[in-house]
């Protein structure tokens, strides 16, 4: 345990913002939020750049430091609120010279650095269309996002324009400029450089009046479930971004705010930039990947307050285990620690507690709500496996779905709303600041995703969730995961978060593959900690797969329980750390798996369920009957 005196008396010392759940909820109104920002001077409308860089700097405080960077080789560098105003106002005027119009699209593919920061908030100021790209991709999902949004200009490096985009310029004819970080020594033939364009443009950038209805974010879903989704957002979204920093990641004054998520990602635009930014507080900007010993020392040597990670990089923690250096080392400062992107399992929170001293507060939000919409309030006993409760000023209800998981409608075509405590569909009522617009070129798919009822339209997550009696909310399955075994309906995240409290699996993905008997069969692949199979089993994961079994059984019962569980090296996943259990499920049935082009590239080579793996290590549930029957 970690707890220390210090610790708790350093964080005992900050009152939550929110500190009365039922008390905000009531009292809360979208135009108090909007009031707490301050628009464009003159009335001339609401631009996020402004609220995050320019109103700080209007208002005295622009030697406030907004970034930290740190290299990946080391090397550490403070950037003010002042300096990055006048770089990306510096960056628009250079937009405006290039004669790039409001409304166009600015894709920016660039490793966690500060020529980054300029060019997403500039391009806000130039009221541009913003698409931040994670740059880890490779060539082809780099060609598509920028063909699928007409891209008018890319920033980037010269290293990634060489490597991923050159070969391709010919088939993007909308792109008329590739803008590269660096000096004009360094940029490669078709390109601009960075330097000499920030350096020739006139400082003072006037931001010209913007609605809070203009388009200013594009941001590719994580594909999951299919081929990603591109999501418009609009200027007015940073109401929602800010009222969220402070609420849900409880910002304050002085915080140093870590977001581990790149902001190729919604999480690291949204949470990675923009909303801290509004707080007027300290980021920290790690250029390197996760590296377990890496981040406990960023928690502690940095101060950090406020942490948002996911929970692929938990895994990956508790995963690496307890003698990693610097997890011992007293964190003061660290106040919250908060997560997005899947379920969150409690193992994961009790982790947290025991071994950060502090659990970590699960949220959930998507591409499309454009900020946190459900979360465990600093403030709220925590109920572990629980997403939280709405954010207030987010109206949720929960849709019938029927026994195949899909939407009940009324002849009329309504939805149907369940009261109290239910299992459906979660939706939004709509309208909230941060909603997406459009899905780009899809008008069909985005007009699907909504449905009236009750005198109101209904955002439609896609995401099935059961409300406890006292309005927490957990997460079950997204409606094209949900399986249907027995009579029973499952989501496989109930299946495997039984399976990762097995002290020998890491990671488990769990899916169904149809059955003629029983409809569908529930199936798992896990990851196996190797130092306990050692320990346990001498080395043998068939012994520990029997073990695993047993210990699904017991908890999930004969019927639940998955019939085969198989050991792979890693999991296949996105580029954004999400299991992609529809890849598990094709690969076993010899199904074509459909849109790869956000998979992991090193979970194509390892992740695959290796033909060995499946004939030694598989336990079918017959073995188990008849052989290690406990
Ligand atoms: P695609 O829409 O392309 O299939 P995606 O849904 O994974 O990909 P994102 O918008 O990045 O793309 O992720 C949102 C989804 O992530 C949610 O709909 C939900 O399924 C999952 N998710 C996010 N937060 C949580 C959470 N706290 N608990 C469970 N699931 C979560
Ligand atoms: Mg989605």
Not at 589 to 594: Q, Y
């Amino acid at each position: 345990m970690h707890h220390t005196t210090d610790q708790t008396v350093a964080r005992a010392t900050v009152a939550p913002n929110l500190v009365d759940y039922e008390a905000a909820r009531t009292a809360f109104d979208w135009a108090d939020a909007r009031a707490l920002l301050a628009g464009l001077p003159d009335g001339a409308g609401c631009n996020i750049a402004w609220e995050a860089l320019d109103r700080h700097v209007a208002e005295g405080r622009g030697g406030q430091v907004a970034l930290r960077l740190l290299g990946r080789a080391g090397g550490r560098r403070e950037v003010t609120y002042a300096e990055l105003a006048e770089q990306s106002g510096r960056f628009a005027a250079g937009l405006e010279q290039l004669q790039v119009a409001a409304g166009e699209v600015v894709v920016v593919v660039c490793g966690r650095q500060l020529d980054l920061f300029v060019a997403v908030l500039g391009a806000l100021k130039r009221r541009c269309v913003v698409c931040p790209v994670f740059s880890a991709f490779g060539p082809e999902p780099i060609a598509t996002r920028l063909q699928l949004s007409s891209a008018a200009v890319l920033v980037t490096t010269p290293d990634l324009y060489r490597r991923k985009v050159a070969e391709r310029r010919g088939d993007l004819p909308a792109l008329r400029h590739v803008i590269v970080t660096g000096d004009a020594a360094t940029a490669p033939d078709g390109t601009l450089a960075l330097d000499p364009l920030l350096a020739g443009a006139p400082a003072g950038y006037r931001i010209a009046p913007t609605s809070a209805d203009d388009p200013a974010l594009l941001h590719f879903t994580s594909g999951t479930t299919g081929t990603p989704k591109g999501a418009v957002h609009v200027h007015g979204a940073v109401v929602a971004h800010h009222v969220t920093a402070r609420l849900v990641l409880d910002l304050h004054d002085g915080d140093v705010v870590w977001c581990t998520a790149d902001p190729g990602w919604v999480t690291g635009t949204s949470y990675g930039i923009i909303g801290p930014l509004t707080c007027g507080v300290t980021l920290v900007v790690d250029e390197a990947e996760i590296d377990p010993a890496r981040w406990y020392a960023i928690l502690a040597d940095e101060a950090v307050d406020v942490w948002y990670t996911a929970p692929t990089a938990i895994r990956m923690l508790m995963r690496a285990g307890t003698d990693v250096p610097g997890l011992d080392r007293p964190r003061p400062h660290l106040r919250l620690a908060c997560s997005v992107g899947e379920p969150l399992a409690p193992d994961a929170v009790e982790w947290g507690e025991r071994h950060l001293g502090l659990p970590f507060h699960d949220t959930w939000w998507q591409t499309e709500t454009g900020g946190i919409m459900v979360a465990n309030f600093r403030s709220m006993p925590i109920r572990p496996g629980s997403m939280g409760r709405p954010l207030p000023g987010i109206e949720v209800a929960l849709v019938a779905c029927d026994d195949e998981g899909d939407l009940v409608r009324t002849p009329a075509g309504e939805v149907v709303l369940l009261d109290g405590a239910a299992q459906g569909m979660l939706a939004l009522r709509t309208p909230w600041p941060s909603m997406f617009r459009s899905y780009l070129g899809a008008p069909d798919r985005y007009a699907a995703c909504f449905a009236p009822a009750a005198g109101a339209t209904w955002y439609l997550s896609g995401d099935v969730v059961r409300r406890d009696r006292d309005g927490y909310l957990w997460f079950v399955a997204r409606a094209d995961d949900v399986i249907k075994t027995s009579g029973h309906l499952i989501g496989p995240f109930e299946v495997e978060r039984v399976l990762v409290e097995h002290e020998a699996v890491a990671e488990a993905g769990v899916y169904a593959v149809p059955d003629p008997v029983a409809g569908a069969l529930v199936h798992a692949v896990v990851v196996l900690t190797t130092d306990t199979v050692e320990r346990l089993a001498g080395g043998d994961p068939g012994e520990v797969l029997r073990s695993v079994m047993a210990h699904a059984r017991r908890h999930l019962g004969a019927s639940v329980a998955p019939r085969q569980i198989l050991v792979a090296d890693d999991l296949p996943k996105t580029r954004s750390g999400k299991i992609l259990r529809r890849v598990l499920r094709a690969r076993e049935l010899g199904l074509p798996v459909g849109d790869l082009s956000t998979l992991e590239t090193g979970a194509v080579q390892t992740g695959a369920v290796q033909t060995g793996a499946v004939q030694s290590g598989a336990v079918q549930s017959g073995a188990v009957e008849t052989g290690a029957r406990p």
